[in-house]
């Protein structure tokens, strides 16, 4: 037997789209397939939990779907040599919470392909407080990088800063040596991303306004998760040469502008795509994150719920009211 959070399609009368959400006891027959069986210690809320869990977006593609796109733990069985049982294991994306039954339970049947062996650097705990979000900045920084980007071309951007990707992206950003500028519209967390490693605080309104093809210079590179005119301001305001990777749609999934950045500047828009990362990158970005990232500034930056508040905090995502990482113990 082990808990899990499950959620079932709407009842009739019940608001639309918002699917019913309750803890359930379950056998581990009622499992789906897979070649690996994973004891869960953590889990993690993100934006695009609280989406599937409040219905706000179709994110589950099928029912009953136990929701949750990270899940850290321990091998209970395996039918795979490369994941023997007993063995610290890290998943995320590639539809769980979605497709497959995800990682807000206490156990979880999956493909052994899917999964990362857990780096030593890192509890299963802290794993999560990285979850999807911080492995998205994770290869969003490998982007720029990619792409020439240093701590010597110039300033670089971080959008929504305060959320989960932009708080780690900071993190990181700021530790491998970048000045970094951390964009929010939420000015009273100027202090905590001043904590996190940004040299400078700017309000959203900056990236607001009349869209021009092409403003002053200033950024390097950009890590975006918001998207829509913040994306686009963003896109016309960066340097020759540079580099915005994006990564989110907190804002929209639109993208008004023009080609001027592309064409007079040679601006490169890399898009950021976690779910179905190559597995050799997702090895790449989790060696550099246990390298790169400050776990104090991660612990910091992370608050831990049980599994039984997830339903209660979940549209706090969508009022813009959380800060940060959320790791689920889902044995609370």
């Not at 069986?37 to 934006?47: A, E, F, K, M, P």
């Not at 959008?159 to 491998?176: D, E, F, N, R």
């Not at 550099?288 to 508040?309: F, Q, Y």
Request: glycine share 12%; net charge negative.
């Amino acid at each position: 037997m082990f808990r899990a959070l499950m959620l079932e399609e709407p009842s009739a009368g019940a608001e639309p789209e918002k699917p019913e959400a309750a803890l359930r006891q379950l056998e581990d027959d009622a499992l789906p397939d897979g070649d690996v069986l994973v004891r869960i210690d953590h889990s993690t809320l993100n934006y695009k939990d609280a989406l599937a869990i409040t219905g706000a977006a179709p994110i589950v593609r099928s029912f009953p779907m136990v929701p949750g796109i990270d899940l850290a733990g321990t091998v209970e069985f395996s039918d795979r040599i490369d994941f023997p049982a007993g063995e610290k294991v890290v998943l995320t994306g590639w539809g769980i919470g979605e497709t497959h039954w995800g990682g807000l339970a206490q156990k979880a049947r999956v493909k052994g392909d899917w999964l990362v062996p857990l780096p030593d650097a890192f509890t299963t705990s802290r794993a999560m407080a990285i979850g999807t979000a911080g492995f998205t900045a994770m290869l969003a920084v490998l982007a720029l990088e990619d792409h020439g980007v240093t701590p010597e071309s110039g300033e670089v951007l971080v959008t929504g800063a305060v959320g989960g990707v932009g708080s780690i992206a900071v993190c990181l950003l700021s530790k491998l040596g970048y000045r970094v500028v951390a964009s929010t519209g939420r000015p009273a967390e100027g202090g905590y991303l001043k904590s996190l490693g940004a040299a400078e605080v700017i309000g959203r309104d900056v990236l607001d306004g009349p869209l021009r093809p092409l403003a002053k210079e200033r950024w390097a590179g950009v890590v975006d998760s918001v998207g829509g005119t913040v994306l686009a301001h963003a896109l016309a305001q960066t340097r020759y040469a540079g580099t915005v990777a994006a990564c989110g749609l907190a804002q929209s999934m639109d993208l008004p502008g023009s080609v001027a950045p592309f064409i007079l500047r040679g601006v490169t828009l890399t898009g950021i795509a976690s779910v179905f990362c190559p597995r050799e990158r997702r090895l790449l970005a989790w060696k550099r994150l246990a390298a790169d990232l400050d776990v104090e500034k991660l612990d910091a930056l992370t608050s831990t719920i049980p599994l039984s508040d997830v339903v209660r905090t979940a549209p706090l995502f969508l009022e813009g009211r959380i800060r940060g990482r959320i790791v689920v113990d889902v044995n609370r």
